[in-house]
């Protein structure tokens, strides 16, 4: 446990009517969230909220007034549905100005594509008042960072470039550490068994997660501590009870 | 559209330390977004929130009061972290009770497998006071409906057998119907004629949706209305404006 023991946490606004219609899959909310578990800092809320921006106003001011950082995706870019800037300087009574760093790398990366930086693109470079920019090393266009808000693209690959970023800058607290053990049995046989396990190992917690595969029923078994050794001790004694009942276990997961 | 002009919507609660750790890729919420797109019902809000009986109750009540439906996602199993029944029935002032056609069920299926209905698998049957079952031919374990809510699996396969259970049991308006246009552009190329074509038609709603393959950029355009006609001319006036610019343009988008 670090110092303070203080659990960092964040929320993450996904703005995004593909999402909502079912038409595109999400693939931010995994990405972000296991990159936040190796910053020290647990994702504890998701809203996908569509195009509209009160909606967006309300979802951000609901989330950066609860956890620690808060982070969107979806809605930078240049087109007339993007409105994620307006709506994160609205919900700060912030106003929207063009950030000169933000036009200088779209200048700058539009002239090595041989294009013009029209109207439109220069939209990219709008941020609310006093936000720094988070570089982007995909397409030119930057993310934002105003107070603990981060706002990110919807595009996964072009998020993934944005975390880099800014990998190591933020404060975080312990990692949670995590262990699975996979288990071909129907989690029912076992659910005593993981309840005491639970109950007798503080600050860990153990979730269950059945699957169907190769025609059996089996589940994977995924213990979490920020403590090594209190993980390490839950897991021995889930493994021990498990091998009394005279089932087999894999560790890792299966 | 329909006589009413009524909008249903739906909100969509996922209960799962396992989506928010990055551990587990989210799949119910393009899969019950679709679902609902065919019902005439529009998810308009997704809240992912851990398996803690307090944020499932706020999300639950958030959200049953706003939109037309709620569904929510996991912790109906019998482990102890799944505690959706004793939350939703908490959010709604009710007992849990247990449900005797679920424990018929439960009883049923375990003996075709030739194994016991134990006490952790009849916690499969209960159910907040006063609900009905939604049939799971997955794995004898049902879904529940109270109200207006609809408690489902987490794991995204039987999830899809209760979606079926339920098609065309819930009233809907008309369906939102969309349409894709690709392009071989980047948006910013054509974000005003996104603007201006959406602007001229009432009722309909553009979306762009930028990626990068092949070594190349592109967009995807989903034109989306309740009403064919309006989506019709909007698609029309689209191509003919993206034609008039000199770009190539794919029906039903690339």
Redesign the interface.
């Known amino acids: 446990m670090n110092a303070s023991g203080k659990i960092w946490t964040a929320g993450l606004v ?1 703005i995004g ?11 931010n ?9 190796v910053q020290g800092i ?10 509209v921006e009160a ?1 967006i106003v309300d979802a951000v001011n609901a989330l950066r007034n609860t956890y620690d950082y808060l982070f969107t995706t979806g809605g930078i ?5 993007d409105i994620t800037v307006d709506a994160v300087a609205k919900a700060l009574g912030l106003t929207v100005v063009i950030h000169p760093d933000a036009r200088d790398m779209l200048e700058t990366y539009y002239a090595s594509i041989g ?1 013009e930086l ?4 220069l ?2 470079a709008r941020v609310p008042e006093g936000a720094e920019l988070i570089p982007n090393h ?1 397409s030119g266009a930057p993310g934002i960072k105003i107070d603990s808000i981060f706002l990110m693209a919807g ?1 996964p ?1 072009i998020t993934a470039g944005m975390l880099d970023a800014l990998t190591g800058t933020l404060e975080g607290g312990a990692p ?1 550490l ?1 262990n699975t053990i996979g288990c071909w049995t ?4 076992v ?2 068994i ?2 005491e396990v ?1 109950k007798a190992h503080d600050g860990c ?8 595969r190769e025609g059996r029923v089996g589940a994977n078994f ?1 213990i ?1 501590s920020i403590d090594a050794d209190d993980l390490q001790s839950c897991i021995d004694t889930l493994c021990e009870a498990l091998s009394e009942i005279g089932l087999d276990f894999t560790p890792g997961g299966i």
Do not use: N
């Not at 870019?77 to 549905?81: A, L, S, V």
């Not at 917690?205 to 169907?212: K, N």
């Open positions: 996904i009517d593909e999402i909502l219609s079912g038409r595109t899959h999400d693939k909310i995994a990405q972000i969230a296991s990159w936040l578990q647990r994702l504890s809320e998701v809203r996908v909220v569509p195009d909606r870019g240049p087109t007339h549905d294009k029209t109207e439109a693109r939209r990219m995909m595009v690959h949670l995590s129907a989690e029912s046989e659910s005593e993981l309840r639970e917690q153990i979730g269950s997660y059945p699957f169907f995924v979490r």
